[in-house]
Nanobody, 118 residues
Framework: QVQLVESGGGLVQAGGSLRLSCAAS????????VGWYRQAPGKQRELVST??????TTYADSVKGRFTISRINALNMYLQMNSLKPEDTAVYYC?????????????WGQGTQVTVSS
């Protein structure tokens, strides 16, 4: 069981920046993917960014050029969010996928609220 704890959310004005952190209970280096998702009120959870084991990153079109995912060390990763927009308002979740045998096991953090005011 992998435990994930997010931090760094808050209230920011449009155009501002926030950095979200995710602390894992075990090394993320062996995980299939690590990443961030978000869920706005009344909407489905959506992918924001992922990083595969080899370092390949993906971003949702809506955040490309503004958000950056990074691995800080074996237990921590960040999501740097710049030029924030009101539509970025959501609960942001840290996610990892662990490969065990033939199966992939996803784990989620509890989420951190990001609110961008206009």
């Amino acid at each position: 069981q992998v435990q994930l704890v997010e931090s760094g959310g808050g209230l920011v004005q449009a155009g501002g920046s926030l950095r979200l952190s995710c602390a894992a209970s075990e090394s993320i280096d062996s995980m299939k993917t690590v990443g961030w998702y978000r869920q706005a009120p009344g909407k489905q959870r959506e992918l924001v960014s992922t990083m595969a084991r080899g370092g390949t990153t993906t971003y949702a079109d809506s955040v490309k050029g503004r958000f950056t995912i990074s691995r800080i060390n074996a237990l921590n990763m960040y999501l740097q969010m710049n030029s924030l927009k009101p539509e970025d308002t959501a609960v942001y979740y840290c996610n990892v996928v662990v490969r065990r045998g033939p199966n992939d096991w996803p784990y989620w953090g509890q989420g951190t609220q990001v609110t961008v005011s206009s």
